[in-house]
């Protein structure tokens, strides 16, 4: 196991080393698998011969205070049906210079601090951070499933100084991951923004048969009073 990336055959560590003529200092990691080695196309799976190589390099989780870098030689494979196409490594997701152990950990922090702060935190860049946490939120967004929703509740929050908001919807449901929708501004068109949302997910505007609201009732004006989504608590 290298700094708990749990290698499953045919990957294995092959190589170690500590560069200490940086500042902080760095540890490298050489991961391969053996030659001869077939590996599944990308698209459909099928066991293929590697058609080239290229070498790539992942920053990994820190080793006490040295940054770790993974080294692999990740091969293309070439399948007649979809082509020449790079494989998916274990450790990382395609097109990231993170592993996935380093994305983690930067999305944990994520949740208990500012982005800035985050970033500093994992000695990256703050839009390098970004890009971790577009991707994550992105992912857990396409996996959403809002079909059996009924409870909604939201609440607007000042973003920064300025009067500049944001409006956050929650599932009354849920007790873990209870926020769905977050979005810019407020009134009317959050409203209409997260009933496009819901659509988008299964989810259907006459389900919600309780709504509670943390500001003015004014800001429902653009429910239909009647509807059973305008049944609730406005406080």
Known sequence: MALGLGLQPPWEL?????????????????????R??????????????????????????????????????VPRVKFPAHGVKRINVPWARPGSDFTLLF?????????????????RFMEITDTRQWRIVHHSVGRS????????????????????????YVTVFLDMARTEGPVIFVIPGRG????????????????????IAKVVCGMPPAFLSGIDKESPQAEGTVD
């Open 14 to 34: 092959t190589s170690q080393r500590l560069d200490p003529s940086v500042s902080h200092h760095e540890l490298h990691l050489t991961i391969s698998a053996a």
């Open 188 to 207: 009317k068109d959050a409203l209409t923004a997260f009933s496009q949302f819901l659509q988008a997910r299964d989810g259907r505007s006459e389900q």
């Open 103 to 119: 994305e983690q950990a930067a999305m944990l922090l994520v949740r208990e601090m500012p982005v800035l702060a985050a970033a």
């Open 141 to 164: 967004i396409e996996r959403l499933d809002l079909s059996e929703l009924t409870q909604i509740a939201l609440d607007e929050t000042a973003s920064r100084r300025g009067h500049r």
């Open 36 to 73: 001869g080695t077939r590996f599944p196309c990308p698209e459909c799976g099928e066991s293929c011969p590697a058609h080239d190589y290229k070498e790539l390099v992942w920053r990994h989780l820190n080793f006490f205070r040295h940054h770790g870098y993974l080294h692999a030689r």
